[in-house]
């Protein structure tokens, strides 16, 4: 709390143990969630492996996932997966203790990934391969085609159609909205945040989001230098373009990956989200955090008047 911290966000912890613990030092807890993916729902995988994303070349995550092997994605395209997640993310709204609710993975899987991380994987990713292009169920194309557009899969070049790309933008954004409407109908006053990827048109055309039209209260794009092979002031860069795309009321915190920070580099990134219209920083991850890491943020803070 002296560094600036207003909020955790905690996958795990009983709120009602560490909730008064936080809030006595006026600290929020926030329950940070897995949205569409979702590898621990293996009984769901196989019970209905239809409400899983399909890839271009007909596989499913369930049984092919990419990258990874908890990459296991659900379909946006779906209701079904819409009432699954309301009812789980409204629960946890309504759990006692919890301040907040923070999305995370609420997209497609990548469809390219980022520069800096497609070596790890061997992978050249100049142009959208196949496998890692989703979704191509059934129900998305035939919604998709209930809109006037073609078949997907009878295309010369699906990864050419711009009318197709946005069809998959807007999914992920109607789910990402009617969540919130829920969550909001059931707890009008817990704010609603989500991270993203670092700035628009790279959210767009690696993993088909638009988080600039998501009704949220805060967004922290996940603005990690290194796995771009950007050098530290690309955070102010990415924080710019990201405040200049959203609406003025709505927080900007810029994502940071602290372990790959020194101290002073720590400061450095949350002046950048300070003097490019940021409201500070999201750290990921508070353990990666040393006690001078935790000094230098503080002047910065207190500086700031944050």
Known sequence: REAGVTGLLLSGGDPAVLSPILAAEGIEFHRWQWVMNQPGMRELRETNPELFVISRDGKSCVDNPPYVGYYRWLCPSREEVYELL???????????????????????????LPVGIQPRYNLVQDREFPEYDFCYCEVCREKFQAQGGEDPLSMDDPTADQAWRQYR????????????EAIKAAQPAKPITAAVFPTPDLARTLVRQDWTKWNLDYVMPMIYHTHYNEPVEWIGAATKLGTAAIPPDRRLYSGVMSGTLDPDAIAKAAELSFENGGRGLALFTY?????????????????AGA
């Open 86 to 112: 309301r009812d789980m993310l409204v629960g946890i709204a309504n759990t006692e203790g919890i301040a907040g609710v923070h999305f995370d993975y609420i997209r497609y899987p990548d469809v390219i």
């Open 169 to 180: 933008y807007d999914s992920v954004t109607k789910v990402v909205n009617r969540l919130i």
């Open 287 to 303: 353990n990666a955090m040393s006690d001078e890491h935790w000094r230098r943020l503080a002047e910065v803070t207190r500086h």
